[in-house]
């Protein structure tokens, strides 16, 4: 369970950043079926053309120069070259979209498909399946007159790869097995969320990774949720969580020196001034729960009796251990 509330603690994932995998001394390749491959109900846009850069940096959280250009690297002008990065560019960033209030609209994913900076930008942009359209009616409404083009990519499906706790270091192996899709790359917001695949939609990601086996999603979304990683609409509703809310800090999903984007301003005065009443953690419960679940909009309450204040359920998947909940900074746990 995943719990909203009006505590400072610091949630149980390790940092991401492309930095891959958790990384054991001595580690042997994995053994067989070590490796879950989950398909996700996740959509993909394609955002290219020689503008794409500048249209998404001023659309959200994230700053897109360093899924282009690297690390360090300073921002050309129009139609020149970036200086050279410190670091190499990420194949992919964790970034969220906001409206003019600051709320999160999509947490997206962003794949970078170019492979050098002389190329045109060629962008994906991983979100939400069940609002795609309103994702792209979004980007459109922006668009306005930039040299970009956006569409939905219907043919591609996408895999997260998590290999088992006693599968050791597997980085190398699956760096080895990239050229043979699309995209094959770390989950950028934390190292336990393992490695993003995107292929075409008649693949078999067996094929691509060795040693693994297809895994039940519902295992995916827990596994997230001991980490207190919140992905989709059902765990946060557009235009109601803050970004800071959701661990954009600790997931590497925000930049505080990119400039102006859509709600920067009242993310960047919660920042700067430390006030962050809710925090997105994770939550286990001391005894089973009701057959069926908790239904959504139901009440929570204290030991005591006395109401948890304005909180928010969504129930995520079918399994009653998978829920999501809101709580404001009154509430008591």
Known sequence: MLVRAGLCLR?????GGGGGLRRLSGAHAPPPAAVRCFPL?????RVQGPEAATFLQGLVTNDVARLLWGGGAARPPEGGAPSPPLLPPARAQYTHALN???????????????????????????????????VQK???LYKIRRKVNIAPCLDLSLWAIIPGEESGDISSILDK??????????????????????MNKEGNPQEIVPGSHIGDVSDYHRHRYKQGIAEGVKDIPPGIALPLESNLAYMNGISFTKGCYIG??????????????KRLLPVQFSAPLLLGGIPEGAEILTDSGKSAESAYLSVIVSSCESICSRISSQSYL
Do not use: F
């Open 100 to 134: 003019v209030q600051g709320r999160c609209l999509y947490d997206l994913i962003l794949y970078r498909l170019h492979q050098s900076q002389e190329e045109e930008p060629n962008i994906l942009l991983e979100c939400d399946y069940s609002v795609l359209d309103s």
């Open 11 to 15: 949630p149980p994932l390790r940092p």
């Open 41 to 45: 109900s996740r959509a993909l846009l």
């Open 177 to 198: 097995c990239a050229h043979k899709t699309l995209v094959l790359t770390p989950d950028p917001r934390a190292e336990v969320m393992g490695w993003r695949l995107i």
């Open 264 to 277: 920067q301003e009242l993310t960047a005065r919660t920042h700067h001034t430390g006030v962050i009443r």
């Open 138 to 140: 979004h980007l459109k």
